[in-house]
Structures are given as C-alpha cells and as structure tokens.
C-alpha cells in the first residue's frame, strides 16, 4: 500500500462524512421542494448505502434551523455522527441560511423530470461512497504490520489506528478474529522491535484488545505475550513500563491461567521491585499497588483457591513466585506511609484486599511487617493534614479507609464507612 492510500485511510472518515453532509442537505432541499408541491409527498424514504431516513422538514424549517441557531451536535475530526438525520442536522446549522434559501427556491423551479434527475444522481454519489468497516480496516493496518518495508512512522500509525479500533465494546468479536488474521502476531513482534514508541504503542494496543474479552487474554497467553509484557515493566523508559505494566494487568485480569503463569515468570518479584525501587516511576509503582489488589482479590480463583496453598506448603517456592512472600507484603506495607498520598490511598487498598487471603497472610502482615503500628502512624499523620484545608477532604477519605483496614487486620466485623466519614 503506498503512502497516498495510507494518509488518505486517515483522513477517510473525516472527509466522508462530510460529503455525505453535503449531499443530504441537497437532498433535503430537493425534497421538501416536491412535499411543497406535491401533498402527497408527506414523507419520504431515502434509502442510500443501506441507511434508511425520513424527513418531514419543509423549506421554512430548513431556513429556521439555520437562522437560529438552532443546537447542532458538535463533531470533532474523525469522529463521526450516530445517524443520518445527526448529519443533516449538522449541515444545516453549518450552512449559510441565504444560500439555502436561494437554493431551495432554484429547487422548487425545477420541474418535476429535473428535480427527480437531481435526486438520482446524488442518490448515486453516495451508493460510490463506501466507508470501510472496523474489520477491514484492521486487515489494512494488520497487514501494514506484515510489510517488513514500512517505515517507522507508518508502523506506528498502523499501531495507532489498531488502538483506536480495538477498544470499542461493539468490536469485541472483530477484535477476536485478530488472531486469525495474523494480527496479534504482528502486534506481539512489535514489542521487540528497537524503537521505543513503536513497543510503547504495541503493549498498549495488546492491554486494549484484551481488556474484558477472554479470547483475546487466552490467545496472548498462547503465543508467549505475557513474559515479554512482563519484561517491558522495567525498561528505562517509564511510558513504555507504565503501558506494558497496563498490558499484563488487562491480560491476568479474572484469567487464573494467566495469573499462574504471570506468578511463575517471577510475578511477585517484579512487583517487590517496582515497590521497593528508589526510582520508580510514581505511576508505575501506583498501578502496581493496584494489581497487587487485584490479584490477591483473585487469588483463591486460582487452581480452585489452591495455588496459594500449593506455594506455601512448598519449602523450594522462590520468593519471586510466592505473591505472599514476606518482603513484598513489608513493601506494601512500608507504601502507607509514602510521600504522596495517591500512592498511600492505594497502598492501603492492597493491605486491606491481602489481609483477606488467608490466615497466613494477615497473621504475616501483623506480626512480620508489623502493619498495626505503622497504621497507628498513620492516624496521626492524617489528623495533621485534616487542619489543612487543601488536603482535609483527601485526608479524612483516608482516614476512614484506614480504619477498615485496621478492622480487616483484627478480623473485627466492618462497620458502615459512611458512618465512620460522618464521625470525622
């Protein structure tokens, strides 16, 4: 495919649209101009690339919404409208209200053979315009992928348009059938290629195919997606680890398969890693917080709720398999008392879903890593910052998660989290 064809994909939606605007306001003009001499004509069926609209808009109408001002949807480049009668509208609020009035009037001088040739010929403009689907416009960046001459902007503009058409829900069984068309393939191999933006783009395309859509999480995990992803976390560049990191989490996500084999590539230690390192990326080391979260929500899902107990009988089960293991759990717990209150909101998320996993776990987080008392830290610390009034409603949220954190640990029984904000 040369360059003209792929900067004219680009810009296809965005220039169709608009000569589609075109030609229904043309229409629309030639139409109420035979309802105004034709009683019979009350409605009218124009059906064009099998998109059926009717209108019953007289010529007065057509100047009236022009003239007013009337609210016309608003529509950014690229977008696109969620009907016909949504691009009429917007040609007229977009039209010059004495140039519709002139061409409604030439309209209504045609005769009858005139007025009906008119409509024929618009009618099979716009049977030539064909808008490519979502699924074939995969298969053209798919196989702009496959082409070993592309260059790196093209590839990475193949990237950005897989993004962009794999996250809509309504494409979930479009974005299944990548695989078939080679495509997941092709996306996985960019996550070797030595440009960084291009392997930024590709782990994120992979976190958006598979969010929500076990297929797509079942077919990286086949074809060794998921070590690779794990790897990215800790590039050097912190936008590339932050989507790679977005990427394993989407593909273990309520996938226990997944999740064994992100345990058995070393899971837990990269996550002790990413909470302990001195220069981790502060969003990077946030959204591992919340994958420890989740995951330790997930954990007894695993193998029927016995991966954990496999790993614990286990005298040989590394510490960068064990999700449990005691440095990580006194990472977590070290994160309470972080700098940035974001990263301890988070961390106390993960303390209070980790102390729900077993005895074992809460019995090692109050004994091991000492939690009670760094809670007890805590408290103070959010009581100070409630006298600050930029920080008082921040603060008191976390106070109140704090104290159910502090009531999971003790396995008392959770009281009303309204209620504990209101005593505040």
Known sequence: MGRFERDLRGVLRCGTWVIVAGCLLLWAVMMVSGVSDNPDLESVNMTAGGVAWVTTLDVDELEKSSEKGAPVEQVEAGEGFNSMESILHWAIGHSDPEKL???????????????????????????????????????????????????????????????????????????ADLDKLGGLQSIIAELDRPEEELRTTAAWVLGKACQNNLVVQKQILQHKGLPRLMEMVEASSSEEAVKALYAVSAVVRNFPLAQ??????????????????????????????????????????LRGGQLDAVLKASSNAPDSVNLFNERLLKAVVNLMEASDMDTQEKA????????????????????????????????????????????????????????????SISKSEPSNAESLKDEL
Do not use: W
């Open 101 to 175: 009035k002139v061409a409604a009037t030439v309209a209504k001088r045609l005769s009858a053979e005139e007025l009906e040739n008119r409509r024929q010929d618009i009618k099979e403009l716009m049977d030539r315009l064909h808008i490519p689907s979502d699924a074939e416009l995969m298969k053209i960046a798919i196989a702009d992928l496959n082409n070993l001459t592309l260059s790196t902007d093209d590839r990475q503009r193949a990237l950005q348009e897989l993004l962009i058409l794999v996250e809509p829900i309504d494409n979930a069984n479009d974005v």
């Open 348 to 407: 106390l998320m993960a303390v209070r879903s980790l102390s729900k996993v077993s005895d074992s776990v809460r019995n090692t987080l109050v004994v091991a890593c000492r939690v009670e008392v760094t809670l007890e830290r805590l408290k103070f610390q959010l009581h100070e910052l409630q006298e600050h009034e930029d920080q008082a409603d921040f603060a008191r949220d976390l106070e109140v998660l704090r104290q159910e954190v502090l009531i």
């Open 260 to 301: 064994e084999e992100f345990y058995f590539e070393g899971g837990a230690g990269l996550l002790e890693r990413l909470f302990a390192g001195p220069s981790v990326d502060i969003r990077l080391r946030r959204k591992s917080l919340f994958l420890l979260a989740d995951l330790a929500e997930q954990s007894q899902q």
